[in-house]
């Protein structure tokens, strides 16, 4: 029986991708929207985080991806560029062997390689037993604020749990120059 490996995602995945995402639109409350995304529309999302630099990554056993993993920015504004949010997707029948964990442990290590500060979860329906929130809190995030009733889906309200994990020094710390996020932005102004 073979281990599961985690890798970076490739075009070749986004049918998968788009397949798992769209059960979780369907059956969960995780995402707030309400229909699913088209292959193309996830191609172009996938295009986007690939153009920023930000790490995405599927779960793979057998050669069937079990789960998808990435992070992208928390908001467009230059001032939040150390701020990354994470999603974390997993297959309907891989839930509840570890992929989610697997997935996140390898993509908090990417984001910290490249020099992000923070991590925030934005979890939709956040109860407390909710698997992400179990999720987010095994791995060190701390809860940071809740929007009550925020969302409606399934025929019920929802909350939105924020949750938040401290990288590199967090706010402790100024930036590092040679981080992702000061390169890209520096980039972006034309300079060096």
């Given amino acids: 029986m073979s281990s599961i490996t985690i890798r970076p995602a490739t075009v070749t995945d986004l049918n998968r991708i788009t397949d798992i995402y769209a059960d979780a639109v369907t059956q969960g409350t995780a995402s707030y929207e309400l229909e699913p995304p088209s292959r193309a529309e996830m191609g172009a999302r996938f295009d986007s985080l690939m153009a920023g630099g930000f790490p995405y990554l599927v779960a793979e056993k057998d050669g069937a991806v079990l789960g998808y993993a990435y ?97 590199n020094g967090g706010a402790s710390a100024p930036p590092d120059p040679e981080s ?13």
Avoid at 100 to 111: F, N, W
């Fill in 71 to 167: 992070a992208g920015a928390f908001r467009p504004r230059p001032a939040y560029r150390f701020i990354v949010e994470d999603s974390v997707y997993v297959a309907p029948w891989a839930k509840g062997q570890g992929v989610g964990l697997l997935l996140m442990q390898q993509l908090i290590e990417a984001v910290r390689v490249a020099g992000f500060r923070q991590v925030i979860a934005v979890i939709g329906d956040g109860r407390p037993d909710s698997a992400s929130v179990r999720l987010h809190e095994k791995l060190g995030f701390r809860h940071s604020g809740r929007l009550e009733g925020s969302g409606y889906k399934h025929g019920r309200w929802l909350d939105t749990v924020f949750m938040q994990l401290s990288l």
């Fill in 180 to 192: 992702l996020p000061e390169r890209k932005f520096r980039e972006g102004l034309g300079g060096n």
